[in-house]
Antibody, heavy 120, light 107 residues
Framework: EEQLVESGGDLIQPGGSLRLSCAAS????????MSWVRQAPGKGLEWVSV???????YYADSVKGRFTISRDNSKNTLDLQMNSLRAEDTAVYYC??????????????WGQGTMVTVSP | DIQMTQSPSSVSASVGDRVTITCRAS??????LAWYQQKPGNAPKLLIY???SLQSGVPSRFSGSGSETAFTLTISSLQPEDFATYYC?????????FGQGTKLEIK
């Protein structure tokens, strides 16, 4: 079964750093496009970042320069290094596989999410 | 950035009803549009990709249509398990963007 499991969420002070990890099973992270999507409490979904199978990376403006997406091929994981955290980064963070369907990509597999709370 | 606008923001309906949710993009996204269902406390679930293709395992009462700037998600006969929040999302260009969500509630 293809599955994603996130970890690393925590309560962190503003200005702090946190690293999230997403472990994949049943498929290879490095062979796929992989994204992070977040959801603030009671709010909608916000795309955060993507890493292509070829290694290209893109970020939402709201996190550019502060967050870094990467993958560990030996562990088959997707990571998100989050620096200079702000209160507005408080959210559930999901990793998702960005499946490259012919006529339109979509997130076909999602993890269960990990909660990041940024507060003094 | 491409803005995605869903309507309505919320809708009340009964089991057996037909419901249509609309999603409009601020610029053309071809058919690079997906629909997701999210229930409280759960991750989103892919329903429709490429505007009209049904994801494997999703009931056939769900259907999608549209292209470029106008899209619809239709549930032909509501079932109790369909009461949830629905999101559209474009993947035509970065940043990927989602609609604000449509909450489908029981009447």
């Amino acid at each position: 079964e293809e599955q994603l499991v996130e970890s690393g969420g925590d309560l962190i002070q503003p200005g702090g750093s946190l690293r999230l990890s997403c472990a994949a099973s049943g498929f290879t992270v490095s062979s796929n496009y992989m994204s992070w999507v977040r959801q603030a409490p009671g709010k909608g979904l916000e795309w955060v970042s993507v890493i292509f199978s070829g290694g290209n990376k893109y970020y939402a403006d709201s996190v550019k320069g502060r967050f870094t997406i990467s993958r560990d091929n030996s562990k088959n994981t997707l990571d998100l290094q989050m620096n200079s955290l702000r209160a507005e980064d408080t959210a559930v963070y999901y990793c998702a596989r960005d499946r490259r369907y012919t006529n339109g990509p979509a997130f076909d597999i999602w993890g269960q999410g990990t909660m990041v709370t940024v507060s003094p | 950035d491409i803005q995605m606008t869903q309507s309505p923001s919320s809708v009340s309906a009964s089991v057996g009803d037909r419901v249509t949710i609309t999603c409009r993009a601020s610029q053309g996204v071809r058919t690079w549009l997906a629909w997701y269902q999210q229930k409280p406390g759960n991750a989103p679930k892919l329903l429709i990709y490429a505007a009209s293709s049904l994801q494997s395992g999703v009931p056939s009462r769900f259907s999608g249509s549209g292209s470029e700037t106008a899209f619809t998600l239709t549930i032909s006969s509501l079932q109790p398990e369909d009461f949830a929040t629905y999101y559209c999302q474009q993947s035509n260009s970065f940043p990927y963007t989602f609609g604000q969500g449509t909450k489908l509630e029981i009447k």
